[in-house]
């Protein structure tokens, strides 16, 4: 648990008119759907406990999988029994546009403006960050080359060798508008149009005899590479930054990275949404609790001076460390949430044809 010491006198006062009234809501207990697991430790132990002792609130954690369709199932019902959910990209957007979520009164939340403008959505807020990016093996490549982008791995002459991408249509397609020259903010306004999506497949179809494998899991990636079995692939960037600290010769290349906020959402009809926005501010706002979450879970959030309380070595394998967020994309979850199901289904065509 992090000491009351360490915490940022800054972020401890923005948080002063939010729990002025914490003795009222002794009683309370928020309900919060997150992912389980070791994350939900972390949780506890940062955010969870700390956020109890402070006003009184309680947090009953619920590890959850399928969040779109439990949601969809407590709205239709009228009855929802989550107060805050932790939220994927498309989860988000789906909730967002099919109004499932309350909106965020920022000015109560993040009154000191800690958070930049992109954290602070109408009805959700950035909790953590991920990358996809392009990993590489040092020991692997030409002599004197490196990749520096998308169009490097494409570049199958320069730097041969087996290679692997992710079984996913989301990234792939902005990943190969970028190896064919779309610049990292142009890519969703090019892939909005069919000729868009068009030119996505036709530069995949470039690629794709030099495949050896489609990952679907986050663990494929890291042992291929491990193992040797490719040069160069897709992967998220917890997972090669860990790779690296076991002494495998592997170097992540940010640009051209695809960010993706995991958010948090308080659920439309919640009967404690003042407690409910307590618990996001605590969470999201201070950036001494979130240079601690990043530490142990390597998903950053989006809070100012994050990076002011970590070793700078440390900070470079994140994907919110200003020099490997500037050549990334942020993953478009509305785009997504609209076109998922109508560009999986032809990925799956492309896969099989």
Do not use: C
Not at 32 to 39: E, I, K, N, Q, R
Not at 129 to 138: G, H
């Amino acid at each position: 648990m992090i000491r009351t010491t360490r915490r940022s006198v800054l972020a401890a006062a923005a948080l002063l008119p939010l729990f002025a009234g914490a003795a009222v809501a002794e009683d309370v207990e928020l309900t919060y759907a997150g992912s389980g697991g070791g994350l939900a430790q972390v949780m506890d132990m940062l955010f969870d406990k700390p956020f109890t002792e402070k006003t009184g609130v309680r947090i009953k954690p619920l590890a959850t999988t399928d969040r779109v369709s439990a949601m969809r199932a407590m709205m239709q019902a009228g009855n929802p029994i989550w107060d805050v959910a932790e939220l994927t990209p498309v989860e988000y957007a789906t909730a967002s546009l099919e109004g499932w979520l309350e909106e965020i009164d920022w000015a109560a939340v993040d009154p000191n403006n800690l958070l930049p403008a992109d954290a602070k959505l109408k009805d959700g807020g950035v909790a953590a960050t991920y990358s996809t990016i392009l990993a590489q093996r040092t020991d692997k490549l030409p002599e004197g080359k490196k990749m520096t982008s998308w169009a490097d791995f494409w570049d199958v002459a320069t730097f041969p060798g087996p290679r692997a991408l992710q079984d996913s249509v989301l990234d792939n397609l902005e990943f190969a508008l970028l190896a064919d020259g779309v610049a990292a903010k142009e890519v969703y306004a090019v892939l909005s149009t069919p000729e868009g999506v068009d030119r996505a497949f036709a530069k995949l179809d470039q690629i794709k005899p030099h495949i050896v494998a489609w990952w679907t899991a986050g663990a494929q990636p890291v042992q291929m590479l491990s193992d040797g079995e490719v040069n160069y692939t897709s992967a998220w960037n917890g997972r090669i930054t860990q790779l690296k600290k076991e002494g495998v010769p592997v170097e992540a290349v940010w640009n051209g990275g695809g960010l993706k906020p995991s958010y948090v959402g308080i659920l439309k009809g919640t009967k404690h949404k003042a407690e409910a926005q307590q618990y996001v501010s605590f969470m999201i706002t201070d950036p001494v609790r979130s240079a601690e979450f990043a530490k142990m879970v390597a998903y950053p959030g989006m809070v100012k001076g994050l990076y002011d309380h970590m070793d700078a070595e440390a900070g470079r394998e994140l994907p919110t460390y200003p020099e490997n967020l500037a050549g990334q994309f942020v993953t478009d979850a509305v785009f997504w949430a609209k076109n998922m199901d109508a560009l999986q289904e032809r990925w799956q065509e492309w896969l099989l044809d």
